[in-house]
């Protein structure tokens, strides 16, 4: 870690004093970007832009062309994983991600395989090693997965969900096939973040989307256990130093204090709760990262700027905030928006680290 | 109040003792039951069914009919006042409701008339008559609103929404806009529920669907300010009585205190928060109503038995709940599987009052 230019993004998961709030963006790589758009229609479907290695590292550098941002994280699907377990990932274009042979049965949850990541994900793997070698040590690489309980709502309902009604009705009415469909999951996950991190990731996001949608009973027992097998699995990077692992689960502010007892180095917060709040929750037992209104970025840019201004007012003075939105960017962005909030947690967090 | 045969909701809600936990639940007419279905065809579309009163009394009295219910709730939709200030509201099959003129401008604000609820709206307040009449006294007849925030995304939007950029936009790009919208709303919401109430409504919920969709700022004041001029607007019932207003916020349990402070007399409280912590942070100063997962409903039997066990012995001993889903019935839900919660609820809650 030592050869980062910018190591702002490290040092803040870690709680350790930086001279300004480092700031990346959930789906900074993304369809608001015309750059993005024009290699996305190059690619033909989003499929074959995730599988070539050399596309996905072509967009995860776009944005840092544009905004001088503190971290890059890997283009990918949250779905690579059941994809490579063999349930046939395809999207339909405006609808969002399919399966074609979604799980409807305990024994197709024990025919699941445990992907090689080096042989069906390997694609994911040579991205990273692309990315790194292109991002020379300018600014880390963040590596990524879908949490067990979110793949497997996508894996069990065949797509999106609305009510999450079959995934729901097997958890409530088969558990242990629940159980050991999230346990497959979770052995996967680990597998496949510790293959990015073999690779060149220098930190890692875990993506909860869903955990949201579950009861506190639920939640503790069919998407923590598993968050925490992967938190207790994840390997020190080749440098031997241990790897940043930042949760992020929309929806969950009620579990904050469970999640940070994880071991975690920092949770993502979605705008829902102020910065404030979390903090007094968790301490300083890890970092947050948050926690903009991505609607933020559609009023004018001196809105953007004030928001900006509150959020890092809410974390207060000190070590441990990573800005970011509270969920991803939407594609009906201006860019020049995202400028301006770059520009504005640059020249208004240094106060917040000891700095003018 | 006093000639009704069944007053354990007024009761629960009022926070006085009851025998057992009273239980309606939201969307109880509805899709899940082939009558709803046969009623629905037979009108020819949705909107054809909320304005004629006649069917719109039948499907509001066919869950009773099946289940030993404690309440009844009104038929309609939460869009009729966005319609009566000539949105023209209709519905696309499978893709929920849509506006023909949505609000794009501050004219479009300025030009929104304020109706009278007996005129415009007065397909509903027939009905209201009607469901009392053939109620009889036999439970008490619940009105609703959607709340103005909710109602206000919808009208923006031109529907339903994901991301809700357009109302959002025009929350943090025209804060005065947003506010003039929403104060309109608040106004007509308030007519509109004093005319339920006049027509015969014993209790009002007011649905804030989409509150948990902002930043607890946001929250504060573009939703909570309407809700509490709501709540002071609501004029006692033609005995003279007191009306108990029911808000439920849906994704905003980070504001219960603030929502009980509106001086309403019971939260909504959906699946995500336990029931013992829900009230041990609002304490007895409101009822609290809620809050089984729906999906549970999707498990067998003997899962919603114990699930509903669960639910009583998280809200624990004493006066001040009303047993309900966290959201309303999907269509998918087997009617029996109903019948199993409301006997479940009637048959454990008595010791939860002093009972066996």
Redesign the interface.
């Known amino acids: 870690m030592s050869q980062l230019k910018n190591d702002r993004l490290i040092r803040a998961l870690r709680r350790q004093p930086v001279d300004r709030t480092p700031v990346w963006i959930m789906r900074q790589a993304g369809r608001y970007l015309p750059e993005y758009r024009a290699i996305r229609k190059q690619a033909g479907s989003f499929m074959a832009l995730c599988t070539n290695p050399e596309l996905a590292c072509e967009v995860t550098l776009q944005p840092l062309r544009r905004f001088p941002l503190d971290a890059a994280i890997l283009f990918s699907d949250i779905l690579t994983i059941p994809d490579a377990m063999g349930l046939g990932l395809y999207f339909v274009e405006g609808e969002g991600p399919r399966f074609e042979q979604p799980i409807d049965s305990p024994a197709a949850i024990e025919r699941l395989p445990r992907p090689d990541p080096f042989e069906r994900l390997d694609y994911v793997m040579q991205a990273v090693r692309r990315i790194r070698s292109e991002l020379d040590g300018s600014v880390p690489l963040i590596g990524f997965s879908g949490s067990p309980w979110t793949l497997a709502t996508y894996m069990v309902e065949g797509g999106s969900s609305k009510?999450?009604?079959k995934v729901?009705?097997l958890l409530?009415?088969q558990p242990e096939a629940a159980h050991a469909l999230l346990a497959r999951l979770a052995e996967a996950v680990t597998d496949y973040l510790n293959a990015q991190i073999e690779s060149g990731a220098q930190a890692v996001q875990v993506f909860d989307s869903w955990g949201?949608?579950?009861?506190?009973?639920?939640f503790n027992e069919f998407s923590l256990t598993y968050l925490q097998q992967i938190v207790d699995g994840i390997r020190p990077g080749p440098d031997g130093q241990r790897v940043p692992i930042i949760l992020f689960c929309k929806?969950c502010?009620?579990h904050l204090e469970a999640l940070a007892d994880t071991g975690c180095d920092a949770l993502g917060v979605d705008?829902?709760?102020?910065l404030g709040?979390a903090r007094r929750r968790v301490g300083d037992r890890v970092a947050l990262q948050g926690n903009l209104?991505?609607?933020?970025l559609?009023?004018?840019p001196e809105?953007v700027r004030t928001?900006v201004a509150?959020t890092l007012d809410s974390f207060g003075d000190g070590e441990g905030h990573v800005f970011n939105l509270g969920h991803g960017i939407?594609p009906?962005v201006n860019p020049d928006h995202l400028a301006t909030l770059v520009d504005a947690v640059a020249e208004l967090s240094p106060a917040r680290h000891g700095g003018r």
Chains 1, 2 share one sequence.
């Open positions: 009510n999450f009604g729901k009705g409530y009415g949201g949608v579950l009861s506190p009973a639920a929806g502010n009620g705008w829902t709760l102020t709040e209104d991505p609607a933020v559609l009023a004018p809105v928001q509150a939407t009906d």
